[in-house]
């Protein structure tokens, strides 16, 4: 039963754009055309849904700008703090978007699904948990450490 859950979770992104995991053969060579192909079909619905968002962002600031508020003490609080989110969001779709090129530039480079500190292969379910995972988990893990201790 958790084990069920667990792959849920794991697969959680697949589910949102409705693809099927990729189901490996065996002796299958690992990052072989079929699977980068899966995976540009991913990424490249992921970005189209940044970039969809992006628009809708943008329209809806156009129409905030069109209307003129006369707001109250508190109005003015939950006017600013809906601010503040709408511009954290802008920082992470903004960060999400470079982080989709930089793995399309990988996926053309051939490098894709490798890890950029050891060269060891990533896995196949990691990337499709998070197709723009640059890490391997134990140089993930590594660079947690070193974060919280900060070095």
């Known amino acids: ?26 002796n299958e060579k690992y990052m072989n055309n079929k ?17 969809l968002n992006i628009k809708n962002i943008n329209n809806k600031k156009n129409k905030d700008k069109n209307v003129i508020n006369f707001p109250n003490s508190i ?25 989709i090129i930089n793995t399309i530039k990988k996926i053309n480079k051939g490098k894709f699904g490798y890890c950029d500190k050891c060269k060891i ?17 134990n140089c993930k893990i590594i660079s947690k450490i070193k974060k919280n201790i900060n070095i």
């Open 1 to 26: 039963m958790k084990i069920k859950q667990k792959q849920n979770k794991t697969l959680n992104i697949l589910k949102l754009i409705n693809i099927k995991p990729y189901k490996k053969k065996n």
């Open 35 to 51: 699977q980068i192909k899966h995976f540009k079909k991913i990424i490249f619905i992921l970005y189209n849904k940044i970039i």
């Open 75 to 99: 109005n003015k609080l939950i006017k600013e703090k809906k601010i503040y989110n709408k511009k954290n969001n802008n920082k992470k779709i903004k960060k999400l978007k470079y982080k």
């Open 121 to 137: 292969k990533i896995g196949i379910k990691i990337l499709e948990h998070k197709p723009t995972e640059n890490l391997c988990i």
